[in-house]
């Protein structure tokens, strides 16, 4: 049952829509005839919020990786759909907000975790699972600075 989970990604995406970088102003007319166009990345299965450069240098697959095994001991049964997973830069607390779809038992639920730190020396924020439904409150609650609920 892969629909469940297409659903969790689906759901995800809408509430990272809304976080999308601006698209770049297109070149005048000088500069589009000097400097030739640049290939388009191609796409990939994970949807990543790029941050700025400094200090803050870790891959996705690696921001994946970390999250699925910190959090594999909540459910270790679960599958973890590491393809679909998603990374968002959170710029105001200054962490990666990772969410991994999974499923165990028939039931759909998702990694969540909030990795700060290097990729060298990463350091956990928060690290947990929620229902598809609660991943918008989790994200919430790592920008106020609160995770956990703690207010």
Do not use: H, N
């Amino acid at each position: 049952m892969r629909v469940r989970p297409a659903l969790v990604l689906l759901s995800a995406l809408v509430l990272l829509a809304g976080c999308a970088p601006e698209p770049s102003p297109s070149p005048s007319p000088s500069e589009s005839k000097t400097s030739s166009p640049t290939p388009a990345p191609s796409p990939s299965a994970i949807e990543t919020t790029e941050p700025p450069a400094t200090g803050t240098e870790f891959t996705t697959t690696a921001l994946v990786q970390l999250c699925a095994e910190r959090t594999r001991a909540l459910a270790p049964d679960a599958t973890y759909f590491a393809d679909m997973a998603t990374t968002e830069w959170l710029s105001t607390s200054s962490l990666w907000f990772v969410v991994i779809p999974k499923t165990l038992g028939g039931v759909d639920s998702v990694a969540v975790c909030g990795i700060g730190g290097t990729q060298e020396a990463p350091v956990f924020a928060l690290e947990g699972e929620s229902v598809p439904s609660g991943v918008a409150d989790v994200r919430q609650e790592l920008l106020s600075g609160a995770p956990g609920g703690e207010s």
